[in-house]
């Protein structure tokens, strides 16, 4: 069966456009990709990731690559926050077909960098410090001029450029802006602390600490803070303010992180916004994906991984119906029960924690949100 899009544009080269471009390309569909940076560069500290993203990795053919560069490990342990005593084990369940444990982490840089290799290698049409200008779309295609001057006409255009995405703006003008919750994150490199095997959460009032291996040797480490505004940090404040988050916990493990901290530790701060649209995704030929359209907080580390998904699943649509419009609205009806679990999920972890809420409430969203991610796409 002849695919529905012969010719396709992704717009923004992050993780859900480089997959989307990766798996329509494999699949005989000549494919451009448009991305603003002209270094294509990523930027963060650690990404935490799951068997489910693992399964992703896997269709993709980055699996190996993972395994050289990232860390797998095997559930998430939440201690005591004076002395790391174990709390409660979540399980982090394995994929089937995949000989890894459940839980991973990997450098943003280093997964973007694997990422954009795999999308040379598929024969996309790589174009960096360039978006579009105009978009203008009729029954047959889409028309586009480029920041470059240059100009093209697309069977489909996927819009990957993210939470606060110049396609979703053109597209739907009225829609809602992605909404702060009331929480912002830092994260920071580190060496792994001794006696820590796998993804660690501290709780305390206000604040969350969890630290989770990147590769052999070395962590990355987040603090979701309670914050009631939207506010912006200094560079040479983040990292006396970060100690101070740390100082209400004692724990031998946390004490010695909080002392090996620098300026060299690569220290983010991200005030945390998240927004699910209402479907459609889509306006006529031209569809949106990634966070585009689901943004969601990291309390889950499911964000890059529904992404990521969705530029598997639009790539096998568009190769299983005869036209743009059907391929558009199977995406859609096989994307919104798992993203909406994931982002209103996400979103009432965060809420929990900013109230003081039931512990063991979150713990069960946690384990019913894994489970749900370990089921078929």
């Known amino acids: 069966m002849t695919a529905a899009a012969q010719k396709v544009l992704v717009i923004g080269g992050g993780f859900s456009g480089m997959s989307a471009a990766i798996m329509m390309a494999r699949a005989g569909i000549e494919v451009d990709l448009v991305e603003i940076d002209e270094g294509w560069r990523s930027y963060g500290a650690g990404i935490s990731l799951h068997g489910a993203t693992l399964r992703v990795f896997q269709e993709l053919g980055i699996l190996e690559e993972f395994k050289a560069e990232g860390a797998a490990t095997s559930g998430l342990i939440v201690r005591m926050p004076h002395n790391d005593q174990v709390i409660v084990e979540i399980p982090t369940p394995s994929m089937p077909g995949i000989d890894l444990p459940g839980n991973a982490a990997i450098m943003r840089p280093a997964l973007a960098a ?182 969601t907080t990291p309390h889950l580390g499911a964000g890059a991984c529904i992404g990521m998904e969705d530029g598997l699943v639009i790539a096998e649509e568009l190769q299983r119906h005869a036209t743009v419009a059907e391929a558009f609205a199977a995406h859609e009806a096989r994307r919104w029960e798992r993203c909406a679990m994931v982002v209103n999920n996400s979103g009432r972890l965060s809420e929990i924690e900013i109230t003081g809420g039931d512990q063991g409430e979150h713990n069960e969203i946690m384990g019913r949100s894994m489970r749900a991610l370990a089921e078929p796409i």
Request: aromatic share 8%; with cysteine; net charge negative.
């Open 114 to 295: 694997i990422l954009a290799r795999a999308t040379r290698a598929a024969g996309v049409n790589v174009r960096l410090g360039v978006t579009f200008e105009t978009l203008t779309q009729d029954e047959d295609g889409v028309e586009l001029t480029f920041t470059d001057g240059t100009s093209g006409r697309y069977d489909a255009v996927i819009g990957a450029d993210g939470l606060f995405s110049k396609t979703r703006a053109l597209l739907l003008p009225e829609a809602p802006e992605p909404a702060y919750v009331g929480q912002a994150v830092w994260r920071a490199e580190l060496p792994t602390p001794e006696g820590l095997e796998t993804l660690s959460m501290w709780l305390g009032k206000g604040v969350k600490v969890g630290i989770n291996p990147v590769s052999p040797g070395r962590s990355y480490m987040f603090i979701t803070e309670d914050c009631p505004e939207d506010i912006w940090v200094e560079d040479a404040d983040l990292l006396p303010r970060m100690k101070a988050l740390l100082d209400p916990f004692p724990s031998p493990m946390l004490s010695a992180v909080k002392e090996g901290l620098s300026e060299d530790s690569k220290l983010i701060y991200r005030p945390l916004k998240g927004m699910l649209l209402p479907q459609p995704w889509h306006v006529g030929r031209v569809l949106l994906i990634g966070d585009a359209v689901h943004a």
